[in-house]
């Protein structure tokens, strides 16, 4: 029914994402110790420097081929370093989506132009991606979306309106889903992705600020931007097949649960060596599932490693779904047992780690319930399958 393509048999780490692991920690510890970064929960910080320094290790689209700058390692590699990166609460937004999305969408449709434009500067953390999909009055409804390219002599004029774009004022491009195709009811067809470079004459970008005045969020408006034909991603009409291929990498990787962790550890220590039963009982829970949710990401890290080469064909759309909605609950609940078990006052600023990560996860714990798909068609996904299965 659900991970019946899944190969749960080998999920011992081997040796080399062993030996990884130890440097990736020390690398963080000794960042750490330098002061070069202040761990933060809720969404990773932007750090440009730091992307630099994660780049140098050649921790940067190390799944890419090395013709394109990456290092041809492993997605299990892969896997353990975002697990440390998040674990550590490390700055890693400035090369997150450049990694995670913009390269394997690349590889699997983008030109041999747009390869060798984007992927060697990405995985040298010198390019910084965002995204362009969520509209205003669109909610996850992704397929409704309104901003339009018009075919002009050499490209297209695109115009429309895209929200919630993370940090669009310090990245160089994104990518956009746009209707390339008037909508003549069959909606998911005729939507195209262009590569927006974020400096182009039309393009404005104004800050969606949080509660706390922080701001990662954006509004970017287009207004008759004209994008080049070689900046079309893969083949036009065709981006709905592209962005929902893209699925099982956005929502099945440990970024689904573990916003988070940090947060966990820093309440065992809270507690002691000898916290009450209540307690021993909630945090046994939380620690159970998230073994059981590691594990469920690992497998579908590890399905997905004989498909490197193409980007991923294998269809996990759904596990991840699975993963992403079960990530989203957990990570709530982990907020909510440190509030539970404790006597303390969030306070942003505070000097203890503790009480800055619960103020931090507070005030970011709505977003984890929209990001990456809300959990109503999350569960729409998952049902169809499910009621699928039973005919």
């Avoid at 130890?22 to 933060?40: C, M, N």
């Avoid at 984007?118 to 909610?139: D, T």
């Avoid at 619960?358 to 399958?385: C, D, M, N």
Wanted: charged share 25%; proline share 5%; glycine share 8%.
């Amino acid at each position: 029914m659900f991970f019946e393509n899944v190969d749960f048999s080998g999920l011992e780490l081997p040796p080399a994402a062993l030996r990884l692991r130890e440097e990736v920690r020390a690398f963080l510890k000794a960042e750490v110790a330098a002061g070069t970064f202040i761990p933060h929960l809720g969404h990773t910080e932007f750090d440009a420097d730091f992307t630099r320094r994660v780049a140098e290790r050649g921790w940067i689209g190390m799944t890419w081929p090395r013709a394109y700058g990456g290092q041809e390692r492993s997605y299990l590699e892969r896997f353990v370093v975002t697990e440390e990166m998040l674990a550590a609460a490390a700055p890693c937004a400035a090369h997150w989506f450049g990694d995670r999305q913009t390269g394997p969408s690349l590889l699997r449709y983008g030109s041999e132009h747009l390869k060798n434009k984007y992927l060697p500067v990405i995985a040298r953390g010198e390019c910084y991606f965002a995204l362009g999909m969520s509209e205003p009055n669109s909610g996850s409804d992704l397929a409704s979306v309104r901003t339009r390219a018009e075919r002009v002599p050499g490209g297209w004029r695109v115009t429309g309106q895209k929200v919630w774009t993370s940090w669009a004022h310090k990245a160089h491009a994104f990518f956009v889903l746009c209707r390339t195709v008037p909508d003549i009811g069959k909606r998911h067809d005729g939507l195209s992705q262009l590569i927006v470079e974020l400096d182009a004459p039309g393009v404005t970008v104004r800050p969606i600020r949080f509660m706390n005045g922080h701001h990662h969020f954006n509004e970017v408006f287009l207004d008759n931007v004209f994008i080049p034909d070689d900046m079309v991603v893969g083949e036009a009409g065709q981006g709905w097949k592209q962005i929902t291929s893209e699925l099982a990498f956005e929502r099945s990787g440990p970024e689904r649960y573990m916003t988070t962790f940090a947060l966990l550890v820093e309440l065992t220590r809270r507690l002691g060596q000898a916290p009450d039963e209540r307690a021993q009982e909630m945090v046994g829970r939380l620690t159970a599932r998230l073994w059981t949710l590691r594990r469920m990401s690992l497998a579908i890290a590890l399905t997905l490693e004989p498909a490197s080469a193409d980007g991923g064909a294998i269809d996990l759309a759904t596990e991840a779904a699975l993963v992403k909605d079960m990530g989203t609950f957990y990570e709530r609940e982990i907020t909510d047992a440190a509030r539970l078990l404790t006597v303390v006052e969030p306070t942003p600023d505070a000097t203890d780690s503790f009480e800055r990560y619960l103020a931090e996860t507070i005030v970011f714990a709505p977003i984890s319930t929209i990001r990456g798909g809300t959990t109503q068609v999350l569960r729409t996904l998952i049902a169809r399958r499910l009621l699928g299965s039973l005919k």
